[in-house]
């Protein structure tokens, strides 16, 4: 039997366990099994469920050993910016909050003030409420108690790996979303630390994507079945860190090509050897994030499909159709001229996302989109407009304009998207890997491994 490396990606609205295995130059990939992840709210929150994802995540490594692969190591990636805490006796001290919880409105402007830009020269992430600085700001505020028992933070990623290993540290892409680093040196912001005033001690060790975080314990082995010795090895262990891992090389020289990652989010960018820090990223809202091999994702967090989920979702719950076919079907023959600021906080967590679309145009004096097909376009032109204008800040950023554009992602197969994409960039759009996650994740850990040498050995078969 082969060698498989696998790959547990979590995201906003699933998760999955995928076995990936190299051979004679090809990447075979199956998916073992899949989850769904959802918020809760609860009391004052909105949390992610952490205990039924790790049970999740343990069936899909147990379904994954009944399939008789020959497991090599585990790699987690998941989405950013979110943490949980625990104690001296590595005890979880709470659920982890979601970043979509609506405690951290309006901290960017109550911590910084005007003062974005000296900060962005150091820490050179996107100012997001999201941001784990702001999460903890919050905490801090409330006087929440975790904090004065906790022993270490650990980003999503980081919380998985710890309860399979025992081993507690940060990986340093999943850490840069926290805004928390700095962004040259590549560790910890001490000072901003300091002046956030939590302790210290919470922020361990970062450790670069391809180290052994530690071996898989025996108890948790034994439940799955497992016989052998298995490694978690640290990947680009944030999401988007991993897909970008996988974008396949081109004819095009390397900085002229942005990237999208396409699902929930959509990350507009391209990859750097080092960080763009001045004020003019700061303004137009490029984050410089952390990348497999000590690279720089310097991107837009853009509001991606996030909104056509929660419509589609919203649609399911009241037996109206909600097919992803009949939908962008109907989007392609409906029009409407109205375009929504796919970033406006309204979208961020509405209760009626429709509501929200109808909200949006009636206050910019635009037609209200009315049928299925009407509200799809909108949002999936909105979408290709904010691309657009994304690029065009890229080009008045970069040394060279971009000449094409790498879709890659779950998103990239809405051929719909893609298409306005092409029109509104009017530059060759190319569509794939869909798997860009899991590939990146699993190339991590076969070169951690020493199956394969490097990443340009690696994209000559991606
Ligand atoms: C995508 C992603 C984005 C991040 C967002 C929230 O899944 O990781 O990169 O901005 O989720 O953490």
Known sequence: MMNTYLAVDFGGGSGRVMAGSICQGTL????????????????????????????????????AVR?????????????????????????????????????????????FGDNFVRHYS??????????????????KKSGDTQLEVADRLLFMPDLFSYFLT??????????????????RSRTWNQPLIHRLGVPAHLFGDIVMPGTVRGKLKREIAEEIGLTDEVDVIAVGSHDTASAVYAIPSTQV???????????????????????????????????????????IRFLQNITGLWILQRLMAQWKERGERCEYDFLLSAAESADTPSVIDVDDKIFQNPVDMEDAIAEYCEAHGQPIPETY??????????????????????NRLLPAPIEQLNIIGGGCRNSLLNRLTAEALGIPVYAGPVEATAIGNILVQAIAKGEIGSREEIKEFI
Not at 166 to 182: H, K, P, Q, R
Not at 378 to 393: M, T
Request: charged share 25%; net charge negative; with cysteine.
């Open 253 to 295: 020289d390397k900085s002229r090509c942005a990237f999208l990652s396409s699902g929930t989010w959509s990350l507009l960018g391209v990859e750097l050897d080092e960080p763009i820090l001045t004020e003019e990223a700061c303004r137009a809202g490029f984050t410089n994030e952390g990348g497999v091999g000590g690279k």
């Open 122 to 139: 150091e820490a050179g992430i996107q100012v997001m409420s999201i941001n784990t600085l702001f999460q903890l700001y919050s905490m």
């Open 28 to 63: 075979k990939l199956e998916e073992v099994y899949r989850f769904p992840n959802r918020q809760v709210r609860m009391g004052n929150h909105v949390y992610w469920d952490f205990l039924a994802l790790f049970d999740e995540m343990k069936n899909g490594l147990r379904q």
């Open 373 to 394: 097909g009407e509200v799809v376009r909108c949002v999936l032109q909105s979408l290709a407009l904010r691309y657009k204008q994304g690029i065009d800040q890229l």
């Open 166 to 183: 025992g081993v507690a540290n940060n990986e340093y892409c999943i850490a840069s979303t926290s805004e928390l680093l700095d962004a």
């Open 67 to 111: 399939k008789g692969y020959h497991i090599r190591s585990i790699g987690i990636d998941t989405w950013g910016v979110d943490f949980g805490l625990i104690d001296r006796n590595g005890n979880l001290l709470g659920n982890p909050v979601c970043y979509r919880d609506p405690r951290t409105d309006g901290l960017p402007e109550e911590f």
